[in-house]
Nanobody, 127 residues
Framework: QVQLVESGGGSVQPGGSVRLSCVVT????????VAWFRQAPGKEREALSA????????HYAASVMGRSTISSDNGQKTVHLHLNNLTPEDTAKYYC????????????????????WGQGTQVTVSS
């Protein structure tokens, strides 16, 4: 009964920032992994970042590297994604995903590797 709930999306000006949150519940083990993806209409789901809250390991996609930070807090039950220097191309629905294991670098960005998904939160970047 794993559940992931995203929040923090909304409308933002180009050049602005968003801080998304994902509350994770239902894991019986304290070791798991969380990732952020996004998907715009008609486009493939795109991985952005991933974290192992237990040990702090992270992955970042090239598309957001240098302007994003993934973090966890609240006893590893909440994962955040901060994304700045936003452009209209960042407009998408942002999802968090979770699994029991932290994927290796060559596989973390494949959506099929993540078994649990939140409902998404919309980020719209426009003037």
């Amino acid at each position: 009964q794993v559940q992931l709930v995203e929040s923090g999306g909304g409308s933002v000006q180009p050049g602005g920032s968003v801080r998304l949150s994902c509350v994770v519940t239902g894991f019986t083990l304290d070791s798991y992994a969380v990732a952020w993806f996004r998907q715009a209409p008609g486009k493939e789901r795109e991985a952005l970042s991933a974290i192992s809250p237990k040990d702090g390991r992270t992955h970042y996609a090239a598309s957001v590297m240098g302007r994003s930070t993934i973090s966890s807090d609240n006893g590893q039950k909440t994962v955040h994604l901060h994304l700045n220097n936003l452009t209209p191309e960042d407009t998408a629905k942002y999802y968090c995903a979770a699994d029991l294991f932290f994927p290796r670098p060559g596989f973390w960005d494949q959506s099929m590797r993540w078994n649990y998904w939140g409902q998404g939160t919309q980020v719209t970047v426009s003037s």
